[in-house]
Nanobody, 118 residues
Framework: QVQLVESGGGLVQPGGSLRLSCAAS????????WGWYRQAPGKQRELVAT???????NYADSVKGRFTISRDNGKKTVYLQMNSLKPEDTAVYYC????????????WGQGTQVTVSS
């Protein structure tokens, strides 16, 4: 059974940085494409960054140039480096399979809260 555990969120001022981590136990991690998602209050969950098994990345326009997704197959962990954070980045962040290529796991992790505020 796959377990997804996100961490690294917090309160940061505009312009600041955070690095999120997602540990994926029980998964055939290395051959899957993974994604970071976020959900702000009252909004639908959106896909913000993806990474393929070979390391190719893609980003939503809203985060392009500011966020960087990476992966460590040995640790079964996906990372999201977030720089130049804006108040509109405030959301709960989740990881899961890239749903544009494969159905995500049914059980999502608890997510990690990112709040960007002065």
């Amino acid at each position: 059974q796959v377990q997804l555990v996100e961490s690294g969120g917090g309160l940061v001022q505009p312009g600041g940085s955070l690095r999120l981590s997602c540990a994926a136990s029980g998964s055939i991690f290395s051959i899957r494409a993974w994604g970071w998602y976020r959900q702000a209050p009252g909004k639908q969950r959106e896909l913000v960054a993806t990474i393929t098994s070979s390391g190719s990345t893609n980003y939503a326009d809203s985060v392009k140039g500011r966020f960087t997704i990476s992966r460590d197959n040995g640790k079964k962990t996906v990372y999201l480096q977030m720089n130049s954070l804006k108040p509109e980045d405030t959301a709960v962040y989740y990881c899961n399979l890239d749903w544009s290529t494969r159905a995500p796991y049914d059980r999502w992790g608890q997510g990690t809260q990112v709040t960007v505020s002065s």
